[in-house]
Structures are given as structure tokens and as C-alpha cells.
């Protein structure tokens, strides 16, 4: 960013909702605005003794959304169950693609103030949505109510890697993808019905001397944070346990997701969030 020390990094997971008519392993309707559990079925609530069955669709969309985003299509992919307890995921866990998605590898062009720019695409694989919970904010938060229409519905995840400098060009990578899918017919991409969603990884490295040295100034001194009474200063977040660089936050969220570290989009930003602990 021009004017500051601070140089930017960020990495966009993107979620997008699939154009089928029913779920990816039921055939329950992907319909919108239905009255709350009212499309659910024993498969996508997780009863025992039920099975899956791929939705050939959902597949065909998600490989179409593949080519389109230059992707390398794999010879060989297969389905894991991601575990983890939430009120809206009744079987516990989400059928999803780990360490083998479908398609990788991929890029996408936008136009930036400098130009045309390539974004990279680590990987794009499907998986399976939860359900959606309400909650009650008015009447004192008593009450949390948990709809499964959503549960099962069809996703494309789509990876970028860490190549994205700006506000404004996650801005035109987002309008991109979303100007793409609903060309191609892969998604409506509504982000008030839920078909598009990001979740951002953002890395802010600290350039105090570039900037000083850009500005022919002398090196700024800053001074040193002390902790307060009772507080402990923690490792550096380039020390976390692991051995890995990346920023608590997404340390934890690997851990709680059961994600391997490849699935993060910010997280390959090389020391880009360990960098933040050298901020005086
Ligand atoms: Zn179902």
C-alpha cells in the first residue's frame, strides 16, 4: 500500500453454491426461502444406516467452474469426512475433498490499476454445506433455532494463493469469480441467499526501513511495548508450535477444522503473519 509501511498480503477462500436442483447426496431441493426443515431427509441429517450418492450435476458444474478457472483436472480424487460438533451439522462431520482435491492449480486474470495481474488457485474441490442457525437477539438471546435446509447443499471451494496486494484487487478477484460462474452457469452467486460467501486471510508485513529509506529519512525508533502488570509476553508467532509460519488465528482455526495447512488460503503467505510479531 502506497503511503504506509505495511506491506499486504491476502489470501480468499470463496464458497460458492452450486446450480442443482437437489442436494449433492440426496435428492432433497436446494430450493430457497422453504419453511425451516422441511427438505431434509434421513442421508443429509446423517440417520444410520444411510449412504451417499453423488449428485452427477454437482460434479459436472463444479468440473465446468474447474476448466474455466484454468484448473489441472486430477486422474484420481476422492471424498473425506471432515469431523467436528456444531449444532447445524447433525452427523457430526462434512463431506468434503482433503488431500486430494479434483482440481488444482488453476488461475484467474483481473485488471488492477498497473494492469492485467494473475491470481493463482491453489485448489478447488467440493463439499457439502451445514445448516443454518438463527439466533434470537432480541428476546435476550434465549433461544437459537437450527434450520437443516442447508445442510447437504452442494459447494465449489475455491483456493486463491496469496497473491492478492490490495483491498481493490480482492475487490475485482471476487467480481471476477462471481462475473465467471454465473456466465458459465456454474452459480447464481447471490450473496443474499448465501451462494457466494468469502472468508478472507489478510497478512500485514512490516516495512518500517523500505519506507523510511523510500522517503529518504533516517530509520524511525520506536519504543518498545512493555507488558502490563501481570501479563507475559508470549512467543513469537513465527515460534508457534508446529514449526510452520503462519498467524495464531489460523493455527487455531486449522486445528478446529481438521484442516491441513494447504486448505488455508492466507496461511502459505510465507511469514507473512509471523512478521506481525516484530511490530515494536
Ligand atoms: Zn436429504
Redesign the pocket.
Known amino acids: 500500500m502506497v503511503g504506509t509501511p505495511y506491506r499486504i498480503v491476502i489470501g480468499l477462500e470463496v464458497h460458492v453454491q452450486l446450480l442443482t436442483r437437489t ?1 449433492l447426496f ?3 431441493s436446494t430450493q430457497f426461502g422453504l419453511p425451516p426443515n422441511s ?7 446423517g440417520l444410520p444406516g444411510t449412504l451417499p450418492v453423488l449428485n452427477r450435476r454437482a460434479f459436472e458444474l463444479a468440473l465446468r467452474a474447474a476448466l474455466a478457472l484454468n484448473g489441472e483436472i486430477a486422474r484420481f480424487t476422492k471424498w473425506d469426512r471432515k469431523n467436528y460438533y456444531y449444532p447445524d451439522l447433525p452427523k457430526n462431520y462434512q463431506i468434503s475433498q482433503y488431500d486430494l482435491p479434483f482440481s488444482k492449480d488453476g488461475w484467474l486474470e483481473i485488471d488492477t490499476t498497473a494492469g492485467p495481474k494473475r491470481i493463482g488457485i491453489i485448489r478447488a474441490h467440493l463439499e457439502e454445506d451445514a445448516g443454518k442457525m438463527l439466533h434470537d437477539e432480541k428476546g435476550g438471546g434465549r433461544d437459537s433455532l437450527v434450520d437443516l435446509n442447508r445442510t ?1 447443499t452442494p459447494l465449489l471451494e475455491i483456493v486463491s494463493r496469496p497473491e492478492i496486494s490490495s483491498p481493490d484487487e480482492a475487490k475485482a478477484y471476487l467480481e471476477e469469480v462471481r462475473l465467471l460462474l454465473r456466465e458459465i452457469g456454474v452459480s447464481d452467486c447471490e450473496m443474499q441467499e448465501g451462494s457466494l460467501r468469502c472468508d478472507a486471510n489478510i497478512n500485514l508485513q512490516w516495512q518500517r526501513r523500505r519506507h523510511a529509506h523510500c522517503r529518504g529519512q533516517k530509520p524511525q525508533q520506536y519504543p518498545r511495548r512493555r507488558p502490563g502488570p501481570g501479563v507475559r509476553s508470549g512467543p513469537p508467532l513465527s515460534k508457534v508450535p508446529g514449526g510452520r509460519q503462519e498467524t495464531r488465528r489460523g493455527a487455531q482455526g486449522d486445528a478446529r477444522l481438521g484442516r491441513g495447512p494447504r486448505h488455508d488460503a492466507g496461511a502459505t503467505a510465507q511469514g507473512g503473519g509471523s512478521r506481525l510479531s516484530l511490530l515494536p
Do not use: D, F
Open positions: 442436494k440426496c435428492g432433497c427438505a431434509t431427509c434421513p442421508v443429509c441429517t447437504g
